[in-house]
């Protein structure tokens, strides 16, 4: 269970760093060129990153073959961050502007579903790749 709280926790500080270091990285090259600056990475990224990092927090120096839910168990909180901070982001633009709802919809939905595509898919790789430890544990040698 603690692997899962720091994977918990990993995940979502991941999530929030990556996703504010990237809108502070287009919020400057926008800025500096003056133009529209695509912001998908935005979208996709933190959310890949956070995934990998908290499936690998969650899998690490397993005793046992990790299940394969591991991964999606493993994101579960950073993608309900994830899914909050989209929400919370996609209110804030749709009362500035005027959005088209599936653009909303697209908002709030690929970050949650890539946290848990990523998840699934990790814990699926560690679920076939583990091995057991290649040294005994201090327990088995006394």
Known sequence: MRGLV???VAGTATYVGVLLGGAVLVGVLAAGSGEVVVA???LVVPGALAGVIAVVVA???SAQ???RRRGLV???VPALAALGMS???AVEAAARADIAL???VLDVAVPTL?????GALGGAVAHVRWAPAARSSYVEVV
């Open 6 to 8: 720091w994977a918990w």
């Open 40 to 42: 998908w990475p935005l």
């Open 59 to 61: 899998t690490a120096r």
């Open 65 to 67: 073959r990790p299940p």
């Open 74 to 76: 493993a994101v579960a």
């Open 87 to 89: 929400v919370g982001a």
């Open 102 to 104: 599936l653009l909303l």
């Open 114 to 118: 890539v946290l848990l595509v990523t």
